[in-house]
């Protein structure tokens, strides 16, 4: 099977190119494994830390006062659940129709543009975010506000939901979209009622992706929402945070308090595998839906 | 090199059964600098079948895609002459391009259902016409199915996925979601290139059941289904119609030589 050329260079040549073979697989190997160690001790670690401070209380109760035992970060997790809420309020609908728009209209400079600013926006430090939204919308309402926490991790979506949903929707064939149009349907609707349909699957990984990245963001609340000791719906009052909360709890010189920040992180990066999973989980169905 | 040819040439004599339904005078396409249609003009007869061979590339799906106006979908395309549907222009500039899609309708080469229910495929075009509703709506669904003699196969899974049917089914429910906005016209770019020789037999059934109330045009490599199914057939070459008149004279006596050279098989 070996080509001419190898057998005649004899038996060492042949040796010294396995072994170059072999010693290439071996480092390969390692390479994945030291990608994988900090992954797994992150886990492990968290878990190990996390768990024995995690019960029902610190899902259901109130911060208790320092010096006290007990109590959870009830108020940190509904608040993390309203600043995702208010996020994707922000971002999806600007995410998506923008994704859109450079889908079936982006031949042009303007969407170029907007290409690379998205790009770009995704690579912006998160903390620069939150001083852009302390300026326009802290300062004018004169006090941090799960508002103002919102629109910073929305801000943070947009880049990651427009070119998913840019990408997703030029996947789709275009024998869908003649379909659609050879039935007298109009541009909006082709791309609403067929192209959006079919690209659903890839689009919500896409957006759950984007929330599982913005779950864990801690920079650009810290002077948006701020975070909040007491129990706060409002969306005009600072607003408690998971990572906020783990922020403070980590830095402060108690230790019950370090365990209910193990604890948090936990949940946190719970919350973000969960959202992981579930974004493979609706892609498996998308090639037989698009083909 | 004058191959083109002059319109009265393809005008056959008036036939009271079956009037003009479209007439296309002189139609030239270009896809920016190249020319894919030129100076094509005849006459397309109602409730009859039509065909279209060439070799590929020859401008005949061009041409259909001309007929419903979806070659404007592409950019850099340009269009000129006229396709009259019963007399009016179609490339006129009044016309709603929606409004004509209705009334010509486009069955493609590959099934191309939509990412949704049986049910729901036969349903989007009267939805967004906003033809009927309720009951009504689920009457017309299967009356389209049994005019494309789908309904006893899929009867029973209306809400299971179009992509679950086998392709010749797919290709007849693409018929039906045609049928079910009740076209005049309907266009059919190679149907059964992609489909076994029984589902390919199954469509032409069809369209010889369908002819009795649409005019049916379809574009097609397979000389022998020309002849089988249509009643006139065209020949295109380098975006010219060469030769066109009735089927049965076309495949036994064509009067062009490289009719006569596709038909026999020496090139294409």
Known sequence: ????????????????????????????????????????????????QGLPALNLAFFTHMPKPVGEPGGGMANAIVGSLILIGLASAVGLPIGILGGIYLAEFGNNRF??????AADVLSGVPSI??????????????????????????????IPTVIRTTEELVRLVPISLREA??????????????????????????????????????????LFTAFGNRFWSTRLDQPIASLPVQIFTYAIAPY????????????????????????????????????R | MTYSTPVQTFQITEHTDHPTKIQVEALDFHYGQFQALRNVSLPIRERQITAFIGPS?????????????????IDGARTQGRVLLDGEDIYGPDVDVVAL????????????????SVFDNIAFGPRIHGLARGTDLEDLVERSLKRAALWEEVKDKLRDSAFSLSGGQQQRLCIARVLAVNPEVVLMDEPCSALDPISTLRIEELMQELKAKFTIMIVTHNMQQAARVSEETGFFLHGELIEFGPSSRIFTDPHDKRTEDYITGRFG
């Open chain 1, 255 to 290: 230790d019950d308090w370090h365990a209910q920040a193990w604890a948090g992180a936990l949940v946190l990066v719970a919350l973000v595998l969960i959202l992981s999973v579930a974004a493979r989980y609706t892609t498996r169905g998308r090639f037989r839906a698009v």
């Open chain 1, 180 to 221: 659609a149009l050879s039935l007298g349907a109009t541009h909006w609707r082709t791309v609403f009622k067929v192209v959006l349909v079919a690209a659903k699957g890839g689009v919500i990984t896409g957006v759950l992706l984007a929330i599982a990245r913005i779950a864990g963001e801690t920079a650009p609340l």
């Open chain 1, 1 to 48: 099977m070996m080509p001419d050329g190898s057998r005649g260079r004899g038996g060492a040549w042949e040796a010294k190119r396995r072994a170059a073979n072999g010693l290439m697989w071996v480092v390969a190997v390692l390479a994945t494994l030291a990608a994988l160690v900090p992954l797994a001790m992150v886990l492990y670690y968290v878990t190990a």
């Open chain 1, 128 to 157: 620069v975010i939150g001083i852009f939204i302390y300026a326009i919308v802290v300062m004018p309402m004169k006090r941090f506000s799960a508002l103002a926490g919102g629109a910073a991790l929305g801000v943070m979506m």
């Open chain 2, 57 to 73: 590339g020859c401008g005949k799906s061009t041409f259909l895609r001309a007929l419903n106006r979806m070659n404007d979908i």
């Open chain 2, 101 to 116: 899609r209705r009334r010509v309708g486009m069955v493609f080469q590959r099934p191309n259902p939509f990412p949704m």
């Open chain 1, 111 to 116: 969407a170029w543009a907007v290409r690379f």
